[in-house]
């Protein structure tokens, strides 16, 4: 596997970054997770676009253009030969001092890794439990911003592998639904569809704004608003969404079953839609 970094490709075991790199010592970075589903890099645009608000809100200089990341993340699959895959495109604040002065980074570190990962059959759902760690609140460190630092959604995994359960889902400060470790989520009752707003400390997924627009199309009401827990218990389907996850039925949260643990109609026919559209909607490779 080779891989992009600072402007060469080299192999998986020479991508070393220096240990003042400020990525490693604080987190003090942007990602993105992307996918490739049959040689098409899904809302590649969206993502660079995301990237580099998220740098921007950390007053991080890229110092390269959109089009230059871009075309880093393409030959990335190319040179792999890669037809489905997962991409993870990272940039660092970069090498500086021990001091966490961002000042002190000339330059960032830029890396692009891509791995082979076949499209989910999503038929499994998956058990959720609700974690008591609350998602980080828009004036401490702003979820809508995709930073390296994933500590807040990782001490929430740590309670879902406790629980035995797939996910966590995290509350904002409000005590409102927020989003999953790595996903967004989506509750269907009585016909309406509902997901948290960005105000709710969650990241503005690709795939959720994807599904959203699909299930517009399919002449569903889409509602985004802030939800309880209750709403969740009570759900007729939930479901999330994200890159790595794409679209997963929850069958249980918190004890509560949801719809006989069952994929429901609308999330079957939304998934089923994402499918088709996914193929389509990106950056062809090749
Ligand atoms: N929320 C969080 C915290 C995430 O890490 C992700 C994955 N990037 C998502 C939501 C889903 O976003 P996307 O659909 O863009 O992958």
Do not use: W
Not at 43 to 63: C, G, N, P, V, Y
Not at 184 to 205: A, E, H, Q, Y
């Amino acid at each position: 596997m080779k891989i992009y970094l600072n402007g060469e490709f080299v192999e998986k075991e020479q991508a070393k970054i220096s240990v003042y790199d400020h990525g490693l010592l604080y987190g003090d970075g942007v990602f993105e997770g992307i996918r490739v589903y049959d040689g098409v890099i899904f809302k590649l645009k969206e993502h660079i676009d995301r990237l580099f608000d998220s740098a921007t809100s950390l007053q991080m200089d890229i110092q390269t253009s959109k089009d230059e990341i871009s075309k880093i993340v393409i030959d990335t699959i190319r040179i792999n030969e890669l037809n489905n895959a997962y991409i993870r495109l990272v940039i660092t604040r970069g090498v500086g001092d021990l001091g966490l002065d961002p000042r002190k980074c000339p330059k960032p570190t830029i890396f692009c890794i891509a791995e082979p990962m076949n499209p989910l059959l999503g038929e499994d759902g998956i058990k959720v439990i609700t974690s008591s760690i609350r998602r980080l609140p828009v004036d401490v460190l702003n979820p809508a911003v995709k930073s390296l630092n994933y500590l807040n959604s990782i001490l929430a995994k740590i309670q879902a592998n406790y629980a035995g359960c797939d996910e966590a889902f995290l509350l904002d400060s409000e005590g409102y639904v927020a989003e999953g470790t790595g996903d967004n989520i989506f509750v269907i009752k009585n016909g309406k569809i509902k997901t948290p707003p960005v105000s709710s400390s969650v990241l503005k997924g690709i795939t959720r704004d994807a599904v959203v627009d699909l299930a517009k199309e399919q002449g569903y009401e889409i509602i985004e608003e802030k939800l309880t827990l209750h709403d969740l218990y009570v759900a007729d389907e939930l479901f999330i969404t994200g890159t790595a996850a794409e679209l997963a039925h929850v069958v249980e949260i918190d004890g509560r079953v949801i719809n006989n643990r069952e994929m429901g109609v609308i999330t079957k026919k939304l998934s089923e839609e994402f499918k088709k559209i996914r193929k389509i909607m990106g950056t062809k490779v090749y």
